[in-house]
T-cell receptor, first 114, second 114 residues
Framework: GENVEQHPSTLSVQEGDSAVIKCTYSDSASNYFPWYKQELGKGPQLIIDIRSNVGEKKDQRIAVTLNKTAKHFSLHITETQPEDSAVYFCAASILTGGGNKLTFGTGTQLKVEL | GAGVSQTPSNKVTEKGKYVELRCDPISGHTALYWYRQSLGQGPEFLIYFQGTGAADDSGLPNDRFFAVRPEGSVSTLKIQRTERGDSAVYLC????????????FGSGTRLTVV
C-alpha cells in the first residue's frame, strides 16, 4: 500500500518568513495530493490540493509543487503569520471515482514566532 | 448542518466495554469516511460509505470494529470489547460524492479507554 513520509516534524519560523514542508510517497499510481491544516482540538481542514497532471498550484500565500518522477511534493507558505501556526499534514490517494482513501504523513508542527 | 458533527466530543470508557461514536455528515453528502488519529500521528483510514453501503472497510483493524449508515446519512462507529490501544481521536469526514476529491472533517471524538 501507499506510504507517505513527511519532513520536518517541527518547523519554527519568524513571522514574515517562508515555510516549506516536504513529503514523499511510494505508490506511483497516486494522483491526488492534498494538504490539511489541523488546529488544536479540531479536525483537519483542506487548504490546498494538487492532481498529478499539474506541477504547481498557488492560492494566495500557499503553493504546492509536485515532482511525479521523484514522487515528491511540497507545501510552501510565504509571508507567514501567527495564525499559520498549526499542524500540517500531507496526504496521497488514487482518485478513481469510487472513493478517495487518503494516506497521511505524520504531520509537521509549524510555529510562527513574532 | 453547516459542517460535519461528531458526538460525543469526548468519551471515557473502561476496558472491555462497548462504545458507539456518531457522525452527522453535511446534508446531501453521499460519501462518508471514518479515520482514526493517534497522538502525534496523521489520520489513518478505517472505512468509507457510498450511501448506505460500506464500499471499503479495509482499514478496520479487527472484527471488534464495525460501522453502519442505515439511511445513508448518519453513521455510527461501533467498538466492542474496547482495549487501551483503541484510545485515539476518531474522525469522520464527508464529501458530496464518492468521486469528489476534497472532503470536510468533523472535530472528532476523543476516545479514552482506561
Amino acid at each position: 500500500g501507499e506510504n507517505v513520509e513527511q519532513h520536518p516534524s517541527t518547523l519554527s519560523v519568524q513571522e514574515g518568513d517562508s515555510a516549506v514542508i516536504k513529503c514523499t510517497y511510494s505508490d506511483s499510481a497516486s494522483n491526488y495530493f492534498p494538504w490539511y491544516k489541523q488546529e488544536l482540538g479540531k479536525g483537519p481542514q483542506l487548504i490546498i490540493d494538487i492532481r498529478s497532471n499539474v506541477g504547481e498550484k498557488k492560492d494566495q500565500r500557499i503553493a504546492v509543487t509536485l515532482n511525479k518522477t521523484a514522487k515528491h511534493f511540497s507545501l510552501h507558505i510565504t509571508e507567514t503569520q501567527p495564525e499559520d501556526s498549526a499542524v500540517y499534514f500531507c496526504a496521497a490517494s488514487i482518485l478513481t471515482g469510487g472513493g478517495n482513501k487518503l494516506t497521511f504523513g505524520t504531520g509537521t508542527q509549524l510555529k510562527v514566532e513574532l | 448542518g453547516a459542517g460535519v458533527s461528531q458526538t460525543p466530543s469526548n468519551k471515557v470508557t473502561e476496558k472491555g466495554k462497548y462504545v458507539e461514536l456518531r457522525c452527522d455528515p453535511i446534508s446531501g453528502h453521499t460519501a462518508l469516511y471514518w479515520y482514526r488519529q493517534s497522538l502525534g500521528q496523521g489520520p489513518e483510514f478505517l472505512i468509507y460509505f457510498q450511501g448506505t453501503g460500506a464500499a471499503d472497510d479495509s482499514g478496520l483493524p479487527n472484527d471488534r470494529f464495525f460501522a453502519v449508515r442505515p439511511e445513508g446519512s448518519v453513521s455510527t462507529l461501533k467498538i466492542q470489547r474496547t482495549e487501551r490501544g483503541d484510545s485515539a481521536v476518531y474522525l469522520c469526514a464527508s464529501s458530496l460524492t464518492t468521486g469528489a476529491s476534497g472532503y470536510t472533517f468533523g472535530s472528532g471524538t476523543r476516545l479514552t479507554v482506561v
